[in-house]
């Protein structure tokens, strides 16, 4: 068998907002008003040490993205269902943590 | 493609008419069977330990039960349903005439769990992160991404703790002609993952329109039940059954982690579900090599058949004793 390919993504990556606006192909000024609607957010405060954003971010702008383009909510939209799937999944996971108590 | 039925009763080997303790009993008593850290045929042990996981994923769960028995009524030998199923699988895209079926493989889930039991259908279209066909044409000339597709894949907390490899393999079926290729990759989980983090592997998603880039295939990992944890973030709990004359007097016991064991000092007067933190025991938070702690919650067990004599130690007690837990 031939070699495999390993995909090693390292969870401490973190990515320039340039390299969010490639990856998740939006431009870079949608992504400072997602980061102003507090929709996403840096790694690290970008006043002080620059815009860095984590995997999670590219993420969630595509996520975004979607809701946007294929689904028409707007962005107070987007920020409700953002939040609502996030509690979903916390509270899916208190669940199954009491369940198998 | 029609997916073949699960009997997961009978994986866990219990009935169908089992109670949910039988149901975790049996769990846990083929977890700690065939986990792939103590088994000694390793591999037949980690198929063994994914499939009873599984089992366990939907019985486990009251909603996945009943509509697991549910499923299992209206199935047929094929693989159809006599009424229409709920949604549609999976990591599948309707529309277009290039349209394709996506299975991976390698992740611990089956084929039958991941279209009836998987996580992203019930996002409803969550799992379709792609524009829809019909904007391709509104904007010819457009390069557009291809999609991303999303995955399940069950991670021990073993894993979850040092890290590992997994190889993960991706079909995909032409829908009108059938064509079926395969890629297989080999996929780090770093060490520190946490549940319902998404491991992006780049390039390995839908294919782009017109030039456009491939999406990624995203792996979602889901933590593997553990027949000693519970998981809450990074914190581990785990039940220590004591007698009631331990949780009086105190006592020293060992209890697992998930590396070794450690020696708990139980304070005398330990009530009921008190929870004793073992430090840094847990899994890890970050990167930065901190780790949850581990929670040890006491509960206390009665002797189900006192003897003779321990009966009449009981009595003695309870003359003896000032002690009345419904005073006020």
């Not at chain 2, 331990?246 to 006592?251: H, S």
């Not at chain 2, 450690?262 to 430090?279: A, D, E, F, K, N």
Request: net charge positive.
């Amino acid at each position: 068998m031939k070699a495999l390919q390993v995909f090693e993504p390292d969870a401490r990556t973190v990515y320039s907002i340039e390299m969010v606006a490639h990856l998740a192909q939006v431009p870079r000024r949608l992504i400072v008003l997602y980061y102003k609607h507090g929709l996403v957010s840096p790694v690290r405060d970008p006043a002080s040490s620059g815009w860095c954003f984590d995997e999670e971010a590219i993420r969630i702008v595509r996520r975004i993205e979607y809701l946007r383009s294929a689904c028409n909510v707007n962005l107070a939209g987007i920020k409700l269902i953002l939040g609502l799937t996030q509690e979903v999944e916390r509270l899916r996971q208190e669940l199954r943590f009491q369940q198998r108590r | 493609m029609p997916v073949e039925f699960k009997d997961y009763y009978k994986v866990l080997g219990v009935p169908r008419n089992a109670s949910e303790e039988d149901i975790k009993k049996a769990f846990r008593k083929l977890a700690r069977q065939y986990h792939p850290d103590v088994a000694k045929d390793k591999k037949g042990a980690e198929e063994k330990f994914k499939e009873i996981n599984e089992a366990y994923e939907v019985l486990g769960d009251p909603e996945n039960r009943t509509k697991y028995d549910e499923l299992g009524a209206s199935w047929r030998e094929d693989g159809s349903f006599r009424q229409a199923p709920g949604r549609q699988g999976r990591g599948r895209r309707p529309g277009g005439e290039e349209s394709f079926e996506f299975h991976v493989d390698g992740t611990g889930f089956s084929d039958f769990f991941e279209q009836f039991f998987g996580r992203g259908g019930r996002f409803g279209g969550m799992n379709d992160f792609a524009p829809p066909h019909a904007r391709s044409t509104e904007e010819e000339g457009f390069a557009l991404r291809g999609a991303d597709l999303e995955s399940d894949i069950l991670v021990t907390l073993e894993e979850a703790l040092a890290g590992s490899v997994r190889t993960v393999s991706l079909q995909r079926v032409n829908r009108r002609t059938g064509e079926a290729k395969t890629q297989t990759l080999k996929v780090r989980i770093p060490p520190g993952v946490h549940e319902g983090q998404a491991i992006r592997v780049a390039g390995m998603g839908e294919d782009g329109v017109g030039g456009g880039a491939s999406g990624d295939l995203y792996l979602r990992v889901r933590f593997a039940a553990h027949p000693e944890f519970r998981v809450r973030g990074a914190d581990l709990y785990y039940a220590l059954d004591l007698a009631p004359w331990e949780a009086v007097l105190g006592t020293k016991v060992v209890v697992p982690t998930l590396k070794d064991r450690v020696s708990v000092r139980i304070p005398p007067g330990t009530t009921q579900g008190r929870q004793l933190r073992v430090r840094g025991r847990g899994l890890p938070i970050d990167s930065s090599g901190r780790q949850g702690d581990l929670y040890v919650v006491v509960n206390i067990q009665v002797p189900p058949e006192p003897g003779e004599e321990e009966r009449e130690l009981w009595k003695q007690l309870s003359r003896v004793s000032p002690f009345n837990p419904r005073k006020t």
